[in-house]
């Protein structure tokens, strides 16, 4: 099963930009679909964005498109999320997943990382 661990978080004030990376390891990387999801506080993990094996597909939460871009760089085993113009409403932990089905939407997530804190301030 692969490992995850995420980096990149921190604060940053509201119209800025910051890029998340999830670094993966203990398995062929480009076998999973890869998925970034977050949590604000008080509020349920809900899915943010996703990327198919290649990097071919890609699915995007409504409240992100246009602002936020996932990619993935499988000779270094990492997928990252680019961040920008982001709000107050995006502070969260942002927590990176894999699983090995093809289909972004469908099947769950299997593996995930132990996230990291954004901070959008005013």
């Known amino acids: 099963q692969v490992q995850l661990v995420e980096s990149g978080g921190g604060l940053v004030q509201a119209g800025g930009s910051l890029r998340l990376s999830c670094a993966a390891s203990g398995d062929t990387f480009s076998r999973y679909t890869m998925g970034w999801f977050r949590q604000a506080p008080g509020k349920g993990r809900e899915f943010v964005a996703g990327i198919s094996y290649s990097g071919d597909r890609t699915s995007y939460l409504n409240t992100v498109k246009g602002r936020f871009t996932i990619s993935r760089d499988n000779a270094k085993n990492t997928t990252y999320l680019q961040m920008n113009s982001l709000r107050l409403e995006d502070t969260a932990v942002y927590y990176c997943?894999?699983?090995?089905?093809?289909?972004?939407?469908?099947?769950?997530?299997?593996?995930w990382g132990q996230g990291t804190q954004v901070t959008v301030s005013s």
């Open positions: 997943a894999a699983k090995t089905q093809s289909s972004i939407a469908v099947g769950a997530f299997g593996s």
